[in-house]
Nanobody, 125 residues
Framework: QVQLVESGGGLVQAGASLRLSCAASARTATINHMGWFRQVPGKERVFVAAISRFGPNTRYADSVKGRFTISRDNAKTVIYLQMNTLTPEDTATYYC??????????????????WGQGTQVTVSS
């Protein structure tokens, strides 16, 4: 199985920034896309951002476009989510995901094959 480990979450004030990291290990040769989803209690897990593992293509949810930036390490096994101008609406558990799909970047959680345990981001006002 592909193993995904997130880090970088925490408690910050509105307007602050955080950078989340996700490291992939074990059978990473099968991964083509990686991304971030978030979930709050009582709601579905929703798409945040995605990036091609071997190329520059990225995709963002409208709610974070212009504020969040997804990127990858040169080793192609680590992705980051730079989160700027955070608001209380960004409070959620953030999950790293990896996909074997090699086509168009997807925002549907069912197209991702592997998931991390999640890291909590809390933004106070």
């Amino acid at each position: 199985q592909v193993q995904l480990v997130e880090s970088g979450g925490g408690l910050v004030q509105a307007g602050a920034s955080l950078r989340l990291s996700c490291a992939a290990s074990a059978r990473t040769a099968t991964i083509n896309h990686m991304g971030w989803f978030r979930q709050v209690p009582g709601k579905e897990r929703v798409f945040v951002a995605a990036i091609s593992r071997f190329g520059p293509n990225t995709r963002y949810a409208d709610s974070v476009k212009g504020r969040f930036t997804i990127s990858r390490d040169n080793a192609k096994t680590v992705i980051y989510l730079q989160m700027n101008t955070l608001t209380p609406e960004d409070t959620a558990t953030y999950y790293c995901a990896a996909s074997r799909y090699s086509g168009t970047l997807s925002s549907i959680r069912g197209t991702y094959d592997y998931w991390g345990q999640g890291t909590q981001v809390t933004v106070s006002s």
